[in-house]
Nanobody, 127 residues
Framework: QLQLAESGGGSARPGTSLRLTCRASGREFRFKTMAWFRQGPEKEREFVAAVDYTGDNKYYTEAVKGRFTISRAYTGQTAWLKMDSLKPDDTAIYYC????????????????????WGQGTQVTVSS
């Protein structure tokens, strides 16, 4: 069964860092783009970042550029989101997703049409 599982969430002070991990079960994920979305309190699920199967092509939403870094393992079945300089506005449930969409197109995808989702991990940034 193909699944995504996130870990690494938790509480953090503003200005500090967290690293989220997404582990994919199933070799099929090696050739899929992997992405991170987030959903804050009373907000819609928004795109954060995506990386293609090579690990070379990445795309970020403007709000996290220069602070967050997406990467993936050579095997393609693990992806990370390193979050630096955290802000209270980054508070959200973070979801891992996977599909064949190019990273730059992931942000525009209808959420219901994305092939795979994880269960999410909570990130809370407060002082």
């Amino acid at each position: 069964q193909l699944q995504l599982a996130e870990s690494g969430g938790g509480s953090a002070r503003p200005g500090t860092s967290l690293r989220l991990t997404c582990r994919a079960s199933g070799r099929e994920f090696r050739f899929k783009t992997m992405a991170w979305f987030r959903q804050g309190p009373e907000k819609e699920r928004e795109f954060v970042a995506a990386v293609d199967y090579t690990g070379d092509n990445k795309y970020y939403t403007e709000a996290v550029k220069g602070r967050f870094t997406i990467s993936r393992a050579y095997t393609g079945q693990t992806a990370w989101l390193k979050m630096d300089s955290l802000k209270p506005d980054d508070t959200a449930i973070y979801y891992c997703a996977a599909d064949t969409t190019a990273p730059s197109d992931f942000a525009q995808r209808d959420r219901g049409s994305i092939e795979y989702w994880g269960q999410g991990t909570q990130v809370t940034v407060s002082s």
